[in-house]
């Protein structure tokens, strides 16, 4: 039996114009297997080819997370490439730390006190689309560990764009050196190291 693909209700205004997949598209597609053996998340409606994940990668992500486990043990839980979900989107940030623990939720947890991107080759749409991404889903920590340039950008304090213009950004960006030690929101009493999340 051949697989039929999920039902698209609507198509594009005009030639040229994206499709706009919704969540239970998307997800659906998924169990399909229109994905398989390639890594997508869906932004603004499109689905986007994820980048290969190298070693530093692999390795930043790992230092981090053992560094915000021991920062909000008992209070908080890391978990690492999980889908969340938004107005639009369905981004998988490498790191998310969210209230109490994994079986308080039912579903993909949508309330999440920090959001870590390791940067290995994506630095500009970290910075960006991502940045306005988790600033309209009102992140309220987003940090993003520069592997390259050896630093750590923290994006606090998002606020509503201009009407007209939608979505929003983040008021406040800090860049901290390989020297430097930063505490999340929602654990201020965690010194982090940035050397301690960089291999």
Known sequence: MT?????????????????????EQYYEMGRLGFFDGVRVQRLHGEIVVMSAVNWPHVLGCRM????????????????????LPTTDSDPEPDLAVYPGKPTDYTDH????????????????????????????????????????????????DPAPLPAGLGGAAYRTRTEFAESDSVAPLAAPAAQLRVADLLP
Request: overall charge negative.
């Open 3 to 23: 697989a039929m693909p999920p039902k698209f209700d609507a198509l594009p205004p005009r030639p040229g114009v994206p499709f706009r997949f919704t969540r």
């Open 64 to 83: 981090t997370r053992d560094a915000l486990e021991a920062a909000f043990a008992g209070v908080a839980w890391v978990n690492d490439r999980s889908p």
């Open 109 to 156: 947890p949508t309330n999440p006190l920090l959001v870590v991107e390791v940067s290995a080759s994506t630095l500009f749409d970290d910075t960006t689309t991502m940045a306005e991404l988790y600033a309209t889903a009102g992140v309220a920590d987003y940090w993003v560990l520069d592997l390259d340039n050896r630093r750590l950008i923290v994006f606090r």
